[in-house]
């Protein structure tokens, strides 16, 4: 099992900056594929970025030279950096966590954090 804790979600005005972190626990963390997710209310989750166990990372285009994803093995964390946030990044923040082989989009995780809430006002 492996437990994660996102955290850094809150209000900022649009052209703003905040960092998301989420801290997991339960296995081998240097071996783990992490993804950001994303939903806003009434819409689907969506994808926003991975991050390989290698350090290799994937974003969506909505967010690509904004969002910056990374992590720090020795914490047992990741980080999302977003810059330049818009009112449509509202949404609540979830990171996710896979052992399984995957890269970029393609990754199905296994494992959820409870979220954290980013609201953009304009």
């Known amino acids: 099992q492996v437990q994660l804790v996102e955290s850094g979600g809150g209000l900022v005005q649009a052209g703003g900056s905040l960092r998301l972190s989420c801290a997991a626990s339960?296995?081998?963390?240097?071996?783990?594929?992490m993804g950001w997710f994303r939903q806003a209310p009434g819409k689907e989750r969506e994808f926003v970025a991975a991050?390989?166990?290698?350090?290799?990372?994937y974003s969506a285009d909505s967010v690509k030279g904004r969002f910056t994803f990374s992590r720090d093995n020795a914490k047992n964390t990741v980080y999302l950096q977003m810059n330049s946030l818009k009112p449509e990044d509202t949404a609540v923040y979830y990171c996710?966590?896979?052992?399984?082989?995957?890269?970029?989009?393609?990754?199905?995780?296994?494992?959820w954090g409870q979220g954290t809430q980013v609201t953009v006002s304009s």
């Open positions: 339960g296995r081998t963390f240097s071996r783990v594929n």
């Open positions: 991050i390989s166990w290698s350090g290799g990372t």
């Open positions: 996710a966590a896979t052992y399984k082989f995957c890269s970029g989009d393609g990754c199905t995780y296994d494992y």
